[in-house]
C-alpha cells in the first residue's frame, strides 16, 4: 500500500478524529490567557497557527474575535473554507502555504494575540524551523501580545515511551461508518524524534467494504528546558509553563502535553530574526 502525505490524507478524517474536543471551551480558555476574553477582546485579531481544519477559529470569531487560520496544508485549509461562520460571526480568514510568504503578505498587521494548539511546533523538520517560525509569529504580534503554545513534554516521553495504539471513531451522520486508526511509533532517542506510523481504515458496515490508507508523521519533541531556551531565543517572555489546560500546574516527567503562555515584551530589533537563525540540527 502507497503512503500517503500525512496533512493530505489526514484533512478529510481530521474533524471526525477530533471530535470529541470541545472547541468552544478551548477557545474561550485560550481567550482567558491571551486576555482577549469580553470587552477585553473588542476589535482584537487573533491568529491561529497550524489551524488545521479551522474549527477553532470559526470558535473564536463566534465569541467576537477576527480570527485568522494559517496551516501548512492547502487540504486542511480546504476543508476550512467549505465551512460556514454562524450568523453575527466576526471575520474570520484562511492561508494556506510558506509562513514567511504569508507575513510579508500581511504588510505590517499585528495580530492582538496568538494560538498554535495541536503540538504543531513538533511537526518541524528540526529547532531551527522551531526558531524561525517562533521569530516570523513573534514579528507579527502586537507588543504585549500573548502567545499560547501546546507542545509534546519529551521528559515524559522518555519515562513513558509511546505504543502502539487502536482507536475507533464513529463517523458524524454515517452510522454505519467507522474510522479506524492503528498507530505504530518508533522512538528516537537521541535526535529526539518520534515517528508515527498510521494505518487507517473507513469501514462501511452495510456495504460490507472498507478504504484505507496509510501515513508516517514524524513529531520532534524537546525537553521543557530546551523549550525555555527555544522561546528565549526568539524574544519572547514566558509567563507560565503548565499542564495542558491547567493554567498554574507545574510540569512533570508524568505530562505528556504541556503548554507555554508567552508574551511579546519587546519587538526591538535587538531580538533574534527569522535571517539570523543559525542553528541547525543534522539528521542522522
Keep these: 500500500m502507497p503512503v500517503a502525505d500525512y496533512h493530505d490524507q489526514f484533512a478529510s478524517v481530521f474533524d471526525t478524529i477530533y471530535q470529541d474536543r470541545d472547541v468552544a471551551a478551548e477557545s474561550r480558555y485560550c481567550t482567558e490567557l491571551l486576555e482577549l476574553d469580553g470587552v477585553r477582546g473588542r476589535g482584537a485579531h487573533i491568529l491561529d497557527f497550524g489551524c488545521g481544519t479551522g474549527s477553532h477559529v470559526f470558535a ?19 476543508q476550512a473554507r467549505k465551512k460556514a461562520p454562524s450568523a453575527g460571526s466576526a471575520p474570520v480568514h484562511f492561508e494556506s502555504g510558506d509562513f514567511s510568504d504569508f507575513r510579508r503578505h500581511q504588510n505590517g498587521t499585528k495580530f492582538s494575540g496568538a ?24 514579528e507579527g504580534l502586537a507588543p504585549g501580545a500573548r502567545f499560547v503554545v501546546d507542545v509534546w513534554n519529551g521528559a515524559a516521553v ?11 471513531f ?7 461508518h467507522e474510522l479506524v486508526r492503528i498507530t505504530v511509533p518508533k522512538l528516537e532517542r537521541i535526535e529526539q524524534v518520534c515517528i508515527l506510523h498510521y494505518r487507517m481504515l473507513t469501514l462501511n458496515r452495510a456495504a460490507g467494504s472498507f478504504t484505507e490508507f496509510e501515513s508516517v508523521h514524524t513529531l520532534r519533541f524537546l525537553t521543557p528546558v530546551q523549550y525555555r531556551h527555544l522561546f528565549e531565543m526568539g524574544g519572547m517572555t514566558i509567563i507560565d509553563e503548565f499542564v495542558h489546560g491547567r493554567p498554574g500546574t507545574p510540569v512533570t516527567e508524568h505530562d505528556w502535553y504541556i503548554s507555554y503562555l508567552l508574551r511579546n515584551d519587546d519587538s526591538s530589533a535587538s531580538h533574534t530574526s527569522p535571517r539570523d537563525v543559525t542553528l541547525e540540527v543534522v539528521p542522522r
Design 158 to 168: 522518555f519515562a513513558d515511551e509511546p505504543r502502539p495504539s487502536v482507536r475507533h
Design 60 to 78: 473564536f470569531a463566534e465569541s467576537g474575535l477576527a480570527a485568522t487560520g494559517f496551516d501548512v496544508s492547502t487540504a486542511m485549509i480546504a
Design 115 to 138: 494560538v498554535s494548539l495541536f503540538n504543531v511546533f513538533n511537526c518541524m523538520p528540526n529547532p531551527a524551523a522551531m526558531l524561525s517560525h517562533l521569530c516570523l509569529i513573534r
Design 170 to 176: 464513529s463517523v458524524e451522520k454515517k452510522p454505519d
